[in-house]
């Protein structure tokens, strides 16, 4: 069972673990031991709310395949549970991070007094570029 929220739950037959071997350096215990965990969870069918399943299939990351499941490969740890806690964990923030949703930025006016100062500049960059020509007798 996984908490995103007070009152959202994703139910454990929702979530398909496979234990693999890790890839990298780790001696004869990467040959031997399965200690990686793939972590797959289908959007569609799962029982979030359909507010979460819109954000998640919208939300542009490579964990998400076009068929709407998350996969998630955890082998940071070289205990499985470690591994599987881990993936649990990231699966919580993606959900989380693709459900937030942003603030509408307002565009501002500038204030009076900082046009008045872009303009003075203005005016003293051209009196400055003026006096640059040419010289005449």
Do not use: C
Request: hydrophobic fraction near 35%.
């Amino acid at each position: 069972m996984l908490q995103i929220t007070a009152n959202i739950v994703i139910a454990e037959w929702e979530l398909e673990f496979s234990a693999i071997r890790a890839q990298g350096a780790g001696g004869q215990n990467v040959n031997k031991v399965s200690s990686a965990i793939h972590l797959r969870f289908d959007i569609q069918r799962s029982s979030l709310p359909a507010f979460y399943k819109e954000r998640l299939l919208a939300y542009s990351d490579n964990r998400i395949s076009k068929e709407g499941v998350v996969i998630i490969k955890a082998q940071q740890y070289r205990d499985q549970a470690k591994n599987k806690q881990d993936s649990l964990e990231r699966l919580r923030l993606l959900i989380s991070e693709a459900t937030k949703v942003e603030k509408v930025r307002r565009n501002t006016k500038p204030t009076r007094n900082s046009q008045k100062r872009r303009m003075d500049k203005k005016t003293q960059k051209s009196h400055t570029k003026a006096l640059r020509g040419a010289i005449r007798f």
